[in-house]
């Protein structure tokens, strides 16, 4: 067993991407799955994993320009590579060949160490300035809505994603990044005014629910 | 020991009070070499130059996204000034181009939010490498 370790998977063939998922969650890992270096990258520096698989082709950026990204910004966690070639690459922990062996990968995983997971600290003064930025973000929110100034209100859909997860608010996170991206990619037929009422209304209430709490 | 300064840049109330807290709490638990740090706090570019000018921080953490001026542009006159500041770039949403321009520009590490206990502390780390390094035995 490995453990429940965390695992980043990086891989532009679909299918593939999916065996190395189903294989990783038979070794009790959890899986994150991307199809391109940028993913890797953004994942690798939103989250902390244990282990990164990455491929070495893919699109945008690929697997060598990635973890060289990664290791000039001093991730130095461990960084195992996949590739149907030989490859000589410095920075990569082990090189494995293409098609995985699945036994091969266990081992390494079993060696890597499990990374210490460290709690956010958040005390009630934190959540309460939180909770006073969201009230005044919402009406900033309200104000833009009223009018149409869907700049803005992409903004502050920015703000409000990375803060709401911070605080636990995974939903609200999520939820204003999806509106942050309909903003920004809308087209005029898309009901933008309508959407982002919903999200007002969903806003306001994750205030409400604080309040009530 | 001497006192690394930090400046936190991030037009955010809570976002700056949460990274020094969980910079407060990472020293107190021991997890850091040094039990206490001077924090100086700016909401905007336009404080940020005047902190960074008066008091010549070791680390500053810097969000990109700030009301008057690129956290990107901060950097390059930062670093300018400073070349041996070490600067944790931080962003809601990373891209490919701002991760590579702010290598480019000289910053030693990139969170992106949300935060966490364990990127806070990958990046103090981080900034204790080259702090220590940097730090002549004569200072200490």
């Known amino acids: ?213 | 020991m001497r006192q690394p300064k930090i400046l936190l840049v991030d037009d955010v109330d809570y976002s700056r009070q949460l990274l020094r807290n969980n910079i407060m709490a990472l020293a107190d638990t021991k997890l850091l070499k040094n039990r206490s740090y001077n924090f100086f706090n700016a909401g905007t570019a336009t404080d940020a130059n005047i902190l960074f000018r008066l008091h010549q921080p070791d680390v500053v953490f810097l969000d990109i996204e700030l009301p008057d001026q690129s956290g990107l542009e901060l950097l390059s006159q930062f670093k300018q000034q400073k070349p041996e500041c070490c600067i944790v770039m931080i962003s809601g949403a990373s891209t490919l181009e701002n991760v590579t321009q702010s290598i480019k520009m000289g910053a030693a590490t990139f969170i992106v939010k949300p935060f966490s206990g364990d990127k806070i502390l990958a990046a103090m780390r981080i900034m204790e490498k080259k702090f220590y390094n940097q730090v002549t035995p004569d200072t200490i």
């Open chain 1, 1 to 213: 067993m490995t453990g429940c370790k965390h695992i980043l998977i990086a891989e532009d063939d679909s299918f593939l991407l999916s065996l190395l998922e189903l294989q990783c969650s038979s070794l009790s890992m959890q899986t994150c799955c991307v199809e391109n270096g940028e993913q890797l990258i953004t994942e690798a520096l939103s989250y902390q994993y244990d282990i990164i698989l990455t491929d070495i082709q893919m699109p945008i950026c690929d697997g060598i320009q990635a973890m060289q990204i990664l290791r000039q910004l001093g991730y130095d966690r461990p960084i195992f590579a996949m590739s149907a070639d030989s490859i000589d690459c410095e920075g990569f922990d082990c090189i494995l060949q293409k098609p995985v062996d699945i036994d091969q990968l266990a081992s390494l995983c079993e060696q890597t160490p499990q990374q210490p997971k460290v709690q956010l600290q958040i005390n009630s003064e934190l959540t309460s300035l939180f909770y006073q930025n969201l009230a005044q973000l919402s009406q900033d929110f309200t104000g833009a809505l009223q009018q149409e100034d869907f700049v803005t209100m992409r903004q502050i859909c920015h703000k409000i994603k990375g803060g709401a997860a911070s605080f636990g608010l995974m939903n609200l996170s999520q939820l204003a990044d999806r509106m942050q991206q309909r903003l920004a990619t809308a087209t005029p037929e898309t009901n933008l005014v309508q959407e982002s009422r919903q999200f007002l209304l969903i806003l306001q209430q994750s205030g409400a629910d604080n309040e009530t709490a």
